[in-house]
């Protein structure tokens, strides 16, 4: 029989779990798999605003720990697909453009994070550089306001501002309010002076879910000393003023965004049709149209539900569940029988709350189930466990 070559182009949440479908489903036939990524790891980016917060978070996993046997892995950047040909060309780490024949090419090369304009100041939690910046910069004004005598220049110093209240933000500011209260002891100080605003432009917190769960998060973060201002927009922080879209300003010592996920900007020039919002346009099985053989799952292509009508969005759990599906998807088409579509993920959402504390909601038989605590907290690792293969 002959080899077929399995190129998974992104080795981020999308990636290791169509790795893991295809090499489950084409079991037994001769594949030759190969993870390609511009990056040695996995970044488990839903926990990037854990260096922000403590100096020991690791969250890049090794790509060649996660598949020690049956997978190729190449670092290189990914830079087009000769659709005609079925190659993929990249550039290998010394900057050599290198070619690799496919039968099957899944394009799961993810988004970007949204980043202040200049001249906006603050920092944005983009990356891991960004968060270790942000940790190394609230513990240095924690450690000046220790020593600070005027009041107002002390509080100022204790304060920071999270700019976007989605998921990220949220669990930015329990994570961060947690962490500013045990060092504000450490340094004799009172753990209820560390202080975090939280910005939302919406009028409650989790507008995807019910209203009491909203009032639920904000009650938990309020308990740890987190105000969060809705209805308002972060526009600009500068010298330590954060001034927001309705005049008023807050005194901060520094200013986090959590502005969301852009699709990856390589699409526009990769040789693959794109949407308006910039990602790849798939079918119900996640075929990319006019390229055979190669498919796009995960935060880089726009796929749609073919009963609801409604488009899947940029999350980690979207993007197992189509990764998963995605194994049939190609067994069947290698088959030539029919191929199961896309269907929506249900809702559920879990947001952690600093150490040991989730909130998980979910909507069943038209009933909102909410669990909270240290259950809530336990779900919420076990998917952040489950999203990265670490079960
Ligand atoms: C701070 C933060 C918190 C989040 N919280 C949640 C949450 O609580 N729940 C949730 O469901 N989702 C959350 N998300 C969204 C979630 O992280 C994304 O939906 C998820 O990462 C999508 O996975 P992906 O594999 O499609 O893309 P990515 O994780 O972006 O992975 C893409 C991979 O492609 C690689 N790559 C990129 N370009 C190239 C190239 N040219 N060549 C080769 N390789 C390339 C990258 O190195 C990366 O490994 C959060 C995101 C952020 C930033």
Not at 263 to 288: C, E, H
Request: aromatic share 6%; charged share 20%.
């Amino acid at each position: 029989m002959k080899e077929m070559t399995c190129v998974v182009v992104g080795g981020g949440y999308a990636g290791i779990h169509a790795v893991k479908a295809m090499r489950e489903k084409l079991a037994g036939r001769s594949v030759r798999m190969i993870l390609l990524d511009k990056e040695p790891h996995h970044l488990r980016k839903v926990l990037l605003f854990k260096p922000a917060v403590s100096k020991e978070a690791e969250i890049a996993l090794p790509l060649n720990r996660i598949f020690p046997k049956g997978v190729e892995f190449i670092q290189g950047t990914a830079t087009t697909i000769q659709k005609d040909e079925k190659i993929l060309l990249y550039q290998d780490q010394k900057g050599s453009s290198q070619a690799i024949h496919y039968d099957i090419l899944v394009l799961a090369v993810g988004s970007v994070i949204r980043r202040a304009e200049p001249g906006q100041g603050g920092i944005a939690l983009s990356s891991v550089e960004a968060a270790v910046s942000i940790r190394e910069a609230w513990q240095a004004n924690m450690r000046k306001a220790a020593q600070e005598q005027d009041p107002e220049e002390r509080q100022r110093l204790l304060t920071v501002t999270v700019a976007g209240a989605g998921i990220s933000g949220i669990e930015t500011a329990a994570d961060l309010a947690y962490a500013m209260r045990e060092e504000a002891a450490r340094l004799g100080m009172h753990p209820l002076a560390a202080k975090i605003y939280l910005i939302n432009t919406e009028n409650r917190l989790f507008p995807d879910g019910p209203a009491k769960l909203g009032r639920r998060l904000e009650q938990a973060l309020n308990d740890y000393g987190v105000s969060v201002l809705h209805g308002q927009k972060a526009l600009r922080e500068q010298g330590g003023i954060v001034t927001l879209s309705g005049g008023s300003t807050l005194s901060t010592g520094l200013c986090i965004w959590s502005l969301g996920l852009l699709p990856n900007p390589l699409l526009r020039t990769i040789g693959v049709p794109i949407s308006a919002q910039g990602q790849v346009i798939v079918d119900a099985s996640y075929r990319v149209s006019g390229a055979p053989g190669v498919y796009s799952i995960g935060d880089c292509a726009r796929i749609i539900d073919p009963t609801s009508g409604q488009a899947d969005r940029m999350t980690c759990k979207e993007a197992t569940a189509q990764a998963a599906r995605l194994g049939s998807v190609v067994v069947a088409d290698l088959d030539g029988t029919p191929s199961p579509a896309h269907k929506s993920f249900m809702e559920f959402f879990c947001i952690g709350l600093g150490p040991e504390q989730g909130i998980v909601w979910t909507r069943k038989w038209g009933l909102d189930i909410i669990l909270t605590g240290k259950l809530g907290w336990k779900i919420r690792q076990y998917t952040w466990n489950l999203a990265s293969m670490l079960h």
